[in-house]
């Protein structure tokens, strides 16, 4: 397993922008898919995007196609979500995850996870 911390949440209007920041620990890190997901006060947490470990493979959730971007430097073990045109639905705690060799939009294969992050868009 990976150890995660993510970095660079915070309050932005809407509109605006932000990048978060996941370091992971371990010399193993080029080899997993990382990904970031998101929970909203009284949700329940979602997916957001993921990146295979060559970063050849990337998905997106629909909800943030075209503002979000996912990137990775596996020189640097981190992993980077720039999210731009935020908007208030935006407004979660932000966890990036690892996981060992697949990539997928769901949950259940990622092992490792952070702390998260808060991002919060005000209108």
């Known amino acids: 397993q990976v150890q995660l911390v993510e970095s660079g949440g915070g309050l932005v209007q809407a509109g605006g922008s932000l990048r978060l920041s996941c370091a992971a620990s371990g010399r193993t890190f080029s080899t997993y898919a990382m990904g970031w997901f998101r929970q909203a006060p009284g949700k329940e947490r979602e997916f957001v995007a993921t990146?295979?470990?060559?970063?050849?493979?990337?998905y997106y959730a629909d909800s943030v196609k075209g503002r979000f971007t996912i990137s990775r430097d596996n020189a640097k073990n981190t992993v980077y979500l720039q999210m731009n045109s935020l908007k208030p639905e935006d407004t979660a705690v932000y966890y990036c995850?690892?996981?060992?060799?697949?990539?997928?939009?769901?949950?259940?294969?990622?092992?490792?996870w952070g702390q998260g992050t808060q991002v919060t868009v005000s209108s």
């Open positions: 990146m295979s470990w060559s970063g050849g493979t990337i």
């Open positions: 995850a690892a996981a060992r060799g697949v990539i997928s939009k769901s949950q259940a294969v990622y092992n490792s």
